[in-house]
């Protein structure tokens, strides 16, 4: 019974020491590490377990140090490791074994990779690119993708890029790649910007969008580019669908439909812009559909609404452009005008106000013209000066015919009494 217990003891002590190592106990570091460019502005890190650490390591993590472009540190169980990261300038990075066990931290050396940068001439890169993105209506039946997604990216030349340099763009979004095929050019005709009228970018996008552009050159080697986009920041909204405004009295009235998007109608934040012949400019913001203010008796105003979707829905991006202004131009009298009138209608309303011995003219719905000052609307024509004085003789006439018997009658019966 003893001689078993002591072996059973044996064990034990010798499964701690495996399990929970002393401070002596040294972590080897990983080995066989390596930068693999898996695709534009993308590196897979690879290394495997130190196959001389003898003692169990399915506790151990690995600590994963990024050193350049920009310096990054975490830590991860998996002997791989997927980074988005620009490649021009270099990259390079450092992992290490680490081995928690209650309160004490082991760790092994560093080991370190590199990836250097591509070869190029200096001020012959691309310099100021930006990039945006715009969600068009596509024709599909499938709802995930009803919607499409434009790119569009500029940029300007570097300093010291020879005349016949010319650059070539790509994108990459998740596992997609392409290629710009729509340039446009500068004076030296050398591509500056590029157009995608559809991508492969996901209207409701999160992740992040890489973009490398590289060229060539007869006289110098053109070094490439790359930079990192955050989808929702660079997103630019379409501005607000069919905008109408309307006054009555002091109260002009303003509403619009959301615009075309995959978000809902919820996820939007408004701008609307006022400005009057008088110089007055009005910008508020508001969440809904919908802005109420008091105009000051001014005849004509301007009116344009944008967009950006909202932070609760998303991060904050762009806001979209103005919509096309729509003018309100309020008649003399009390009434409603939306929308400018059209010359027909201008004219009717001179006419009116002009021709007052004439009735007014039914004016189109939404529209009440001004009524003449000498008639109530929804009476005959006045009668000219011959119709007035041919009444006139008709009604002496009909009196005289009348009254004439009747005094004659009169005289008669008195000469008869007399």
Not at 102 to 129: M, R
Not at 219 to 235: G, M, S, V, W, Y
Request: some cysteine; aromatic content about 8%; charged content about 20%.
């Amino acid at each position: 019974m003893v001689p078993a217990l002591l072996i059973l003891l044996g064990a034990m002590e010798t499964l701690q020491t495996d399990l929970f190592p002393d401070k002596t106990f040294l972590l080897l570091p990983p080995v066989n590490f390596t930068i693999k460019v898996t695709g534009l502005a993308q590196v897979l890190l690879c290394w495997e377990p130190n196959p001389d650490q003898g003692q169990r390591t399915d506790t151990v993590k690995y600590h994963v140090k990024i050193n350049a472009p920009q310096q990054e540190d975490y830590e991860t169980r998996n002997s791989e490791s997927k980074c988005e990261t620009t490649l021009h300038q270099g990259f390079s990075a450092s992992v290490r074994t680490i081995l928690w066990r209650d309160h004490s931290f082991l760790a092994s050396s560093w080991v370190s990779a590199e990836h250097k940068a591509p070869p190029g001439s200096p001020g012959t890169s691309i310099v100021n690119l930006t990039c945006t993105t715009n969600t068009a209506a596509g024709n599909f039946t499938d709802l995930l993708k009803s919607y499409q997604v434009s790119l569009h990216c500029t940029w300007l030349a570097g300093k010291d890029a020879p005349e016949d340099t010319q650059y070539f763009l790509y994108y990459r979004y998740g596992p997609w790649t392409e290629e710009c095929q729509k340039y446009s050019k500068d004076t030296l005709n050398r591509n500056t910007a590029c157009w995608f009228p559809r991508t492969f970018i996901h209207s409701k996008a999160r992740d992040r969008l890489a973009v490398h552009v590289n060229g060539s050159s007869k006289h110098a080697a053109i070094k490439p580019f790359d930079q990192l986009f955050d989808t929702q920041a660079i997103d630019q909204p379409n501005p607000p669908m069919n905008v109408t405004a309307e006054t009555e009295g002091s109260r002009l009235s303003i509403q619009w439909e959301k615009p075309v998007s995959a978000f809902p109608i919820h996820c939007f934040d408004y701008e609307v812009k006022i400005y009057n012949t008088k110089g007055y400019y009005q910008v508020e913001k508001t969440t809904t559909n919908a802005f109420v203010s008091t105009t000051d008796g001014v005849s004509k105003y301007s009116i344009q609404v944008r967009a950006a979707v909202s932070t609760a829905c998303r991060a904050m991006g762009l806001w979209s452009k103005w919509s096309q202004p729509i003018y309100v131009e309020q008649v003399s009298c009390a009434g409603t005008s939306s929308n400018p009138p059209s010359p027909e209608m201008r004219r009717h309303v001179n006419k009116s106000q002009s021709q007052t011995s004439k009735s007014p003219k039914e004016t189109p719905k939404g529209n009440e013209m001004e009524q003449s000052d000498t008639q109530p609307p929804g009476l005959p024509e006045l009668a000219t000066k011959e119709d007035l004085e041919k009444m006139k003789s008709e009604i002496i006439s009909h009196i005289t015919a009348e009254i004439v018997p009747i005094v004659q009658d009169m005289i008669n019966k008195s000469r008869e009494d007399t």
